[in-house]
């Protein structure tokens, strides 16, 4: 099992930047990726960035050259730094974890708890 803390939502206006935290516990050692994702009211959730344990990135395209996802080992934690935001980045970010399963092959999908993030315009 894998826990997952987010943290670091909140309101900012456009043109702003955010940093967000997600700390995982547990067995930290079946993690292969981690990610952030969100969700706008009426949307489905997309992926926004994602990162390897060996540090390979990934971002939609909408965020690119805006945020940066990053992650501290020591710490066990994955960070995502907005920056340049706007009113459509406005979401429920959320964090995954993707870890080995108990069988050879099998990836079990850990999720934060969320955190808003508004961007006003």
């Known amino acids: 099992q894998v826990q997952l803390v987010e943290s670091g939502g909140g309101l900012v206006q456009a043109g702003g930047s955010l940093r967000l935290s997600c700390t995982a516990s547990g067995s930290i050692f079946s993690i292969n990726a981690m990610g952030w994702y969100r969700q706008a009211p009426g949307n489905v959730r997309e992926m926004v960035a994602t990162i390897t344990s060996g540090g390979s990135t990934n971002y939609a395209d909408s965020v690119k050259g805006r945020f940066t996802v990053s992650r501290n080992n020591a710490k066990n934690t994955v960070y995502l730094q907005m920056n340049s935001l706007k009113a459509e980045d406005t979401a429920v970010y959320s964090c995954?974890?993707?870890?080995?399963?108990?069988?050879?092959?099998?990836?079990?999908?850990?999720w934060g708890q969320g955190t808003q993030v508004t961007v006003s315009s």
């Open positions: 995954r974890a993707d870890a080995s399963g108990p069988r050879y092959g099998s990836i079990n999908y850990y």
